[in-house]
């Protein structure tokens, strides 16, 4: 074995050790009972609790319609720099920092300063439930990843040979989006799909400040409060519901490209 091959299987294995031996003492914690022994009792207690479910089926429509949100924005747009206003590519690059520039805390500050001072029909709906007060604003906190993984994805494709041959073939530009760009860059919206699904159902700040209590990661923590064992079960859970959402979605992008090309 080679001197850089060793190191790479060093390097490896710390990772695996830095990453997998805290899951493994949180996942022997969470099977802890109040007896001193071992049990799914706190397992049992996640599906047993209505409010938990409650709170996560909340949490994944919000997921859900955040991530459909983003790629309905940040695809076409991307595109259309990149094809028409090349020039504009840096300030979109800048302007999509932003949200990471700015703080959660300071952004759900002003978010609860609108949501107490301005009224009208169309603020009262917003703020109506917590699917349409929060995807609207993880939306914008979703921009800075979805964009770099989508722009990643168009830079490494010949976007404009793609388009103009697809164009000369007679299909319009919506056409040329769906049949030709999207397959093209499909790992890279699937990437910034799981992204979004990730940052939605983990994050916690403006929900906590705007006082929606009804979302997956408020329940994890009041949980805390009283249960530490169904805690710790509950932060394994959303791992495991985030990496199923990735199997799914990645599977979802698959089936779809195999049937595209069969049906061609």
């Not at 028409?84 to 999509?96: D, F, K, N, Y």
């Not at 301005?118 to 990843?145: E, I, K, Q, W």
């Not at 519901?241 to 779809?256: H, N, Q, Y």
């Amino acid at each position: 074995m080679t001197r850089g091959r060793r190191w790479r299987v060093v390097v490896l294995a710390l990772a695996a050790v830095y990453f997998l031996l805290p899951l493994l003492a949180a996942a022997e914690f969470s099977l802890r009972t109040p007896g001193g022994g071992y049990g799914l009792s706190n397992w049992l207690a996640i599906a047993r609790d209505p409010v938990l479910i409650a709170a996560l089926f909340t949490s994944l429509q919000i997921a859900v319609a955040t991530a459909v949100l983003v790629l309905v924005l940040v695809v076409p747009t991307a595109v259309w720099v990149r094809l028409r206003l090349p020039g504009l590519a840096g300030a979109l690059e800048s302007a999509t920092i932003l949200p990471i520039v700015i703080p959660p805390v300071v952004m759900a500050a002003g978010i609860a300063f609108v949501q107490a001072n301005l009224g009208g029909p169309v603020f009262r709906a917003l703020f109506a439930s917590s699917t349409t007060a929060l995807t609207p604003f993880y939306v914008v906190l979703a921009l800075p990843f979805a964009y770099r993984a989508v722009d990643n994805g168009l830079a490494a494709i010949p976007l404009r040979t793609l388009v103009e041959a697809a164009r000369n073939l007679g299909a319009g530009m919506a056409t040329a989006l769906r049949r030709v760009v999207l397959p093209a860059i499909r790992s890279a919206v699937l990437g910034a799909a799981f992204l979004t699904l990730a940052l939605v159902l983990g994050e916690i700040v403006i929900a906590r400040i705007l006082l929606y209590t009804d979302t997956f990661p408020i329940a994890i923590v009041e949980v805390g409060r009283s249960t530490a064992g169904v805690a710790v079960a509950l932060s394994l859970a959303s791992l495991l519901i985030t990496w199923v959402l990735l199997l799914a979605v990645s599977f979802a992008g698959g089936r779809r490209t195999r049937s595209e090309g069969s049906s061609s």
